[in-house]
């Protein structure tokens, strides 16, 4: 999955799991924490190449 699918699949998932009224931008910024506590969880133990995915779904989240 590109980092492009990635971020529109996490905006998407909150999107359609939360309450009538919840935004885009909204989505948008759970996704971004989402990413963040992935990226942030595993600094030690993630590859390098995760890391760079992760960093690129975060671009492609704020994009959105």
Known sequence: ???K?????LVQKYMMNTPVG???EDAKECALITVDEIL???IIT???HQTEYW?????EIINL
Do not use: G, L, N, Y
């Not at 699918?5 to 699949?9: F, R």
């Open 40 to 42: 942030e969880s595993f």
């Open 5 to 9: 699918e990635k971020a529109e699949e």
């Open 22 to 24: 919840f935004h885009i």
């Open 1 to 3: 999955m590109t980092p």
């Open 46 to 48: 993630i590859p390098k």
């Open 55 to 59: 960093q690129q779904v975060k671009q």
